[in-house]
T-cell receptor, first 111, second 114 residues
């Protein structure tokens, strides 16, 4: 079983829809990252969270440390948001500060 | 030039070849990383360097040999690879190796082993 589980694995949305991608993890963490990977392969870091909520443009990321859960929301989705979204966590000291990655959520936004 | 650059972008090699991947960051970061991304699998962290010192080696086979001559450059030397080593190899850098800061990724090297 992977230490980081994402859902859904695949998501298709109409342009303008509100999108939510979920990430659950099973280890104690020092930080959680949301990454975006476009078809060409390049990866961009969207957020780094250790608590609460962050917002950048149309993107919002939240984390609940007690429930070991994070969500990435995209408001007013656009075809250029089509990408794979990856959740990654940095385990705490008791895990040797290991990095764990989800398998990604593939998002397609249709015009 | 800014950000994280990787060369080459594509590489095809035979199992008996020796080749090297290069990564360079112009962000003044102290930590650099090598990742492997195979089809349908999560990103795999291979190596972490902090101030030129290797801090993590996640049970990577010895046919992959990293080198970090300074905090701006990172190499991955490849020899006697197997076809299953074909993947996208990504380099990244950040201010520290503990996941406390965002990572900046290079465009990757698409490696095919014949």
């Amino acid at each position: 079983k992977n230490e980081v589980e994402q859902s859904p694995q695949n998501l298709t949305a109409q342009e303008g829809e509100f999108i939510t991608i979920n990430c659950s993890y099973s280890v104690g963490i020092s930080a959680l990252h949301w990454l975006q990977q476009h078809p060409g392969g390049g990866i961009v870091s969207l957020f780094m969270l250790s608590s609460g909520k962050k917002k950048h443009g149309r993107l919002i990321a939240t984390i609940n440390i007690q429930e070991k859960h994070s969500s990435l929301h995209i408001t007013a989705s656009h075809p250029r948001d089509s990408a794979v979204y990856i959740c990654a966590v940095r385990g705490g000291e008791h895990t040797g500060n290991q990095f764990y990655f989800g398998t990604g959520t593939s998002l397609t936004v249709i015009p | 030039e800014t950000g994280v650059t990787q060369t080459p972008r594509h590489l095809v090699m035979g199992m008996t070849n020796k080749k090297s991947l290069k990564c360079e960051q112009h962000l003044g970061h102290n930590a650099m990383y090598w990742y492997k991304q195979s089809a349908k699998k999560p990103l795999e962290l291979m190596f972490v360097y902090n101030f030129k010192e290797q801090t993590e080696n996640n049970s990577v086979p010895s046919r992959f040999s990293p080198e970090c001559p300074n905090s701006s450059h990172l190499f991955l030397h490849l020899h006697t690879l197997q076809p299953e080593d074909s993947a996208l190899y990504l380099c990244a850098s950040s201010q520290d190796p503990y996941g406390s800061y965002e990572q900046f990724f290079g465009p990757g090297t698409r490696l095919t082993v014949l």
